[in-house]
C-alpha cells in the first residue's frame, strides 16, 4: 500500500483521514495523495425561462475557499516525514476519486462519508474507513476477516494483504456453515503462503450475521475488520442493509477496510 489515496474536505473527519494515511505510509514506505474536489456543477442554477447556468461568483467563492484548504494541509503535510502531493478536481466527489483511484494501492475514508458505498463498487482501489475521533494507527495488532466464500471477501482480503502481513493476529471469522465459493480453509492457506499465520473462527449465528460479527470483533478487540462489499446485488442492500451497511453505520465500531 505505497500509493496511497485521501479525501479531504473542511470538515471535522478529515483529521483522521490524514493521520490515517500519514501512519499507513510511514509503515508502507508509501506516498499520500490528498484528493480535495470542489464539485462546479451543485452551482448550477435556473433562469425565468427555466434554463440553466452556472452561478460564476458562487464557484469562484468556492474555489478560492479549498484552494486555501489546499495551502493550509500542504503547509501541514511539509512538516510531516511522509512525501505527498494535493489533487484537486471540480466533478462531484465519488467520480473524482474514482478516476484518482485508477493508480492507488488504498482509499482512505471517514464513516461519516456519504459516498463510501457507491465508491466500494465503482471505485478501482480498496476503501479504508475509520472513525472521525478515532484514527487507524498501523501496525494494527488485531485485523478480523469476514469470511463467506464470495469473490467480493477475496478482493478484500488481497487488498488487505500488506496490513495483514504486519498484524500481530489475523482471525477469518465464518457464521453458519454455507461455504461459499472458497470456504476459509482456503483463505487460510492462502495466507499463508503469504508469511500470515490466522486462525480460523467458525460462528454460532446469534441474531442477523452482522450482529454476530460485530459481537465477535468486539470480543477479539480488532481493531480492523476486512470484508467484501455488497455481495448481493447493490439495490438490494441499499434498500435492505445488509452487513455493509450495518458496519458502515455503527457506531464505535472498528476500522473497515472492504471491497467489492
Known amino acids: 500500500m505505497r500509493s496511497i489515496l485521501v479525501y479531504a474536505d473542511q470538515t471535522e473527519e478529515t483529521p483522521a483521514r490524514l493521520e490515517t494515511a500519514l501512519s499507513l505510509a510511514r509503515t508502507t514506505g508509501g506516498h499520500v495523495s490528498v484528493l480535495i474536489d470542489t464539485p462546479v456543477a451543485r452551482f448550477m442554477a435556473m433562469d425565468a425561462l427555466g434554463g440553466g447556468y452556472l452561478a460564476a461568483d458562487a ?19 511539509r512538516g510531516e516525514d511522509v512525501p505527498f502531493d494535493i489533487l484537486r478536481g471540480e466533478e462531484e466527489p465519488v467520480d473524482a476519486m474514482t ?16 459516498f463510501a458505498g457507491q465508491l466500494a463498487v465503482d471505485g478501482k ?27 467480493e471477501a477475496a478482493v478484500a482480503l488481497r487488498g488487505a494483504l500488506p496490513l495483514l ?3 500481530e493476529s489475523v482471525h477469518v471469522l465464518t457464521v453458519g456453515d454455507k461455504a461459499g465459493v472458497f470456504p476459509p480453509l482456503d ?26 460479527l460485530a459481537a465477535a ?11 467484501g462489499a455488497f455481495g448481493h446485488s447493490r439495490l438490494r442492500e441499499f434498500l435492505l442493509g445488509g452487513v455493509t451497511r450495518y458496519f458502515l453505520d455503527l457506531k464505535e465500531g472498528p476500522s473497515l477496510l472492504f471491497a467489492h
Not at 464557484?59 to 503535510?77: G, P
Open 125 to 151: 482501489a480498496p476503501i479504508l474507513v475509520v472513525d472521525q475521533d478515532r484514527p487507524l494507527t498501523t501496525p494494527v495488532n488485531c485485523v478480523a476477516v469476514a469470511w463467506d466464500g464470495s469473490h
Open 187 to 212: 483463505a487460510v492457506q492462502y495466507l499463508s503462503r503469504h508469511g500470515v499465520k490466522a486462525e480460523i473462527d467458525s460462528l454460532v449465528r446469534v441474531g442477523s450475521i452482522e450482529e454476530t
Open 165 to 167: 502481513r504486519l498484524a
Open 217 to 227: 470483533v468486539a470480543r477479539l478487540q480488532a481493531e480492523l475488520l476486512v470484508m
Open 59 to 77: 464557484v469562484r467563492e468556492a474555489v478560492k475557499r479549498d484552494d486555501e484548504f489546499a495551502e493550509e494541509l500542504a503547509q501541514r503535510l
Open 99 to 114: 478516476e484518482a483511484s485508477l493508480l492507488s494501492d488504498v482509499i482512505v475514508l471517514s464513516r461519516g462519508c456519504e
